[in-house]
């Protein structure tokens, strides 16, 4: 209904006519019972009774954040395991690039047809037949979005020093957002094959930071390798499993999907393109879904690979189209049960944003408006 009668609507309400012209004279309306209401009017009277237009969805949560802390929104699923999700730091030159790439060529390339077709941000790869997820992102990067949204994307990160330069600024940079976010560390002692390597002096610097090598006494894992050559690479990775199986990392695949955008951009063919990192239950193409500010439903889906899939686990990075508009790196994505709430809640949080950015003003809302009455 767009519009109702005085008359109607104190009928729809079990209310005596007379009451909702009281009403609406208090709120400086002066209304006859054949008075035509329009659509604005009917809610205010609605809410002032504690009723809900028929209409309109019931939103109760637009903060992303809070369906991430809460599991109360979904059935108790089973908890498996699932791959850590890695980032790797360190300072500028020491070989972080180079390590992704050795990584990725080594493992990736490996057995699968056709290699990487794109590039998504993020991929994943198979050790001893278990998947480790890393994030392409700079570690720093992540760690600070991280940090602003007070939120785990990263399981660990892998902190690489150079042998031949041992620990500067940024290395110590990154133990601290490390630490920070309660991420634990493996070092990557890198350039093992240059002449000038010197691995123990990487190890008595890094003492003096807290990381202590496991040969010391302490409990940091320190693997030697060379990111160029490709030495130690594996020894590296089964170090990644095996602080994972400590953590004891764990997700329900059958809930509906939760994650964080690692990047996001305007395609011209396809329109905007995100990065999405599946943290926990399963993403399915046609999915409903608000990312950041914006909602939509999953389109299309491709994998780290390049290949198109139909659904994306824990701990899985892929790339999705059909969202409206294009979110940002950091922001946070829910899966809704249907495509009229996630729209409620996606186009609510987008009036919301660009409230708050044309005004820090206190808005004037109905319930404070009533509190005066
Ligand atoms: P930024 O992204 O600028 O912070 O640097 P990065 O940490 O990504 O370092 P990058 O991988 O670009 O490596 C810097 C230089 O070190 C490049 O010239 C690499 O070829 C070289 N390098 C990286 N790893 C090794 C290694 O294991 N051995 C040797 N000899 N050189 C390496
Ligand atoms: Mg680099």
């Known amino acids: 209904f767009e519009s109702l009668t005085v008359g109607e609507l104190a009928k729809k309400l079990g209310r005596e006519p ?11 309306v002066m209304a ?7 659509k604005d009017a009917i809610e205010l009277i609605c809410t002032d009774y504690g009723v809900e237009v028929e209409e309109e969805i019931r939103i109760d949560k637009t903060d992303l954040e809070t369906y991430f802390e809460s599991d109360e929104e979904q059935p108790a699923g089973e908890l498996k395991e699932r791959p850590p999700v890695v980032t790797i730091m360190g300072h500028v030159d020491h070989g972080k690039t180079t390590l992704l790439d050795s990584i990725r060529n080594t493992k990736v390339t490996a057995g699968e047809a056709g290699g990487i077709t794109q590039h998504i941000g993020a991929y994943q790869v198979v050790e001893n037949g278990k998947k480790i997820t890393f994030l392409d992102t700079p570690g720093h990067a992540a760690f600070t979005t991280m940090r602003a949204r007070g939120a785990k994307v990263t399981d660990l990160t892998i902190l690489v020093v150079a042998a031949d330069d041992g620990v500067m600024p940024q290395t110590v940079e990154a133990i601290n957002h490390a630490k920070a976010a309660e991420v634990p560390i493996i070092v ?5 094959d240059k002449e000038a390597a010197n691995p123990d002096r990487v190890m008595q610097e890094l003492t003096e930071h807290g990381l202590v090598p496991e040969a010391w006494g302490g409990d940091t894992i320190f693997a030697p390798i060379s990111a160029l050559k490709g030495d130690g690479i594996d020894n590296l990775l089964d170090m990644v499993l095996l602080v994972a199986e400590v953590a004891e990392l764990k997700a329900d695949a059958k809930r509906k999907a939760i994650g964080t955008v690692i990047e996001a951009q305007l395609d011209k063919g396809r329109g905007s393109v995100a990065t999405l990192l599946v943290q926990d239950g399963t993403l399915n193409v046609g999915d409903p879904i608000v990312v950041g500010n914006t909602f939509g439903r999953v389109r299309a889906m491709v994998n780290d690979i390049g290949r198109r899939v139909k659904e994306a686990g824990p701990s899985t990075p892929v790339e999705i189209t059909g969202l ?7 922001d946070r994505f829910v899966v809704f049960e249907d495509e009229k709430t996630a729209r409620a ?4 949080r987008a009036t919301t944003a660009i409230q708050e950015q044309r005004s820090e003003k206190t808005r004037v809302t109905l319930d404070n408006l009533f509190d005066q009455m």
Do not use: H, R, W, Y
């Not at 007379?18 to 004279?25: A, G, P, T």
């Not at 409206?324 to 950091?330: H, L, R």
């Open 324 to 330: 409206n508009d294009v979110p940002q790196a950091g």
């Open 18 to 28: 007379s009451e909702i012209i009281k009403k609406l004279f208090m709120l400086g």
């Open 345 to 348: 809640v996606g186009e609510s």
């Open 32 to 38: 006859t019972i054949n008075q035509e209401l329009d």
């Open 188 to 192: 990557a002692v890198n350039k093992m």
